[in-house]
């Protein structure tokens, strides 16, 4: 648990801040996009998928770090029953 639990917090930081940079990449693309062309096609056209993108990496960017918090404190409350159980098998 000590090797895994600090990887962790890495992993989940690193795919915060991933997701955050290409949140910022994808909207300001469309943003240029639709002030360079100002076609309203375009925005018909790309609206959906730009949300459904704008989701999946807030999603991760929000739900990655919270799942990692749920799985340390699951680890956390099973260390922590498993000690409290042999205390008791042994008699204390």
Known sequence: M????PWLDGLAGAIASISIV????????FAANFLLRRD?????????????T???LL???I???VAVMA????????GLVLTSATGLFRGK
């Open 2 to 5: 000590d090797y895994t639990l």
């Open 22 to 29: 290409l949140f910022v990449i994808v909207n300001g693309l």
């Open 40 to 52: 309203r096609a375009f925005i018909n056209r790309w609206t959906k998928p730009l949300v459904a």
């Open 54 to 56: 704008d989701t999946v």
């Open 59 to 61: 999603l991760a960017a």
């Open 63 to 65: 739900g990655t770090p």
């Open 71 to 78: 799985i340390k404190l699951a680890a956390k409350g099973v």
